[in-house]
T-cell receptor
């Protein structure tokens, strides 16, 4: 069984460009979470999605950031007009149940965004 | 405010020694507490999940304890190995779901095991 797959693993963008990060959850998982991790800091929740629905986006900046989890295909975290402060590791996790209800979270290896 | 505090921030021990990592939380109402291990440059991997009624849970050389009254948890690592060098993250979940499906993450304890 393949785990949570994230790509690209590393992405370099110049200020003002767009970054698209993809996450394919584990087979059978319909819950996807995105987290951001700055160097030397803990993971910070961004958004929680189920298929075709955003359940909770309270951790995601209202401007420039968007996320989707279409009926077919991976979940995508999109960052428009990137700035240096967006440089971070972005982790995706999936769960077969709502994670707060003891559904175990399975994390991908992360996508490391560097903004020049 | 829901918070998870971990201590120490970092720790260096000799191979073969034991160590204990601490986690204090203010998340309420409590649903479960998890410990994750995150190797450098990798995603977190679950070690244990503990619910309100569980006091102790082991996974190989890792033993987690939970005191729901004092809102404290510990992760004890026995006979440490070089491969135990990682960040250990305490994560607490609130209940019921309408509190949000966000899990509250601690900042982690960075453990380094030296030979």
């Amino acid at each position: 069984n393949a785990g949570v797959m994230q790509n690209p693993r590393h992405l370099v963008r110049r200020r003002g460009q767009e970054a698209r990060l993809r996450c394919s959850p584990m087979k059978g998982h319909s819950h996807v979470y995105w987290y951001r991790q700055l160097p030397e800091e803990g993971l910070k929740f961004m958004v929680y999605l189920q298929k075709e629905n955003i359940i909770d986006e309270s951790g995601m900046p209202k401007e420039r950031f968007s996320a989707e989890f279409p009926k077919e295909g991976p979940s995508i975290l999109r960052i428009q007009q990137v700035v240096r402060g967006d440089s971070a590791a972005y982790f995706c996790a999936s769960s077969p149940l709502s994670a707060a209800n003891t559904g175990e979270l399975f994390f991908g290896e992360g996508s490391r965004l560097t903004v020049l | 405010k829901n918070q998870v505090e971990q201590s120490p921030q970092s720790l260096i021990i000799l191979e073969g020694k034991n160590c204990t990592l601490q986690c204090n939380y203010t998340v309420s109402p409590f649903s479960n507490l998890r410990w994750y291990k995150q190797d450098t440059g990798r995603g977190p991997v679950s070690l244990t999940i503990m619910t309100f009624s569980e006091n102790t849970k082991s996974n190989g050389r890792y033993t987690a304890t939970l005191d729901a009254d004092t809102k404290q948890s510990s992760l004890h690592i026995t006979a440490s190995q070089l491969s135990d060098s990682a960040s250990y993250i305490c994560v607490v979940s609130a209940n019921p779901p309408e509190y949000g499906n966000k899990l509250v993450f601690g900042a982690g304890t960075i453990l380094r095991v030296k030979s």
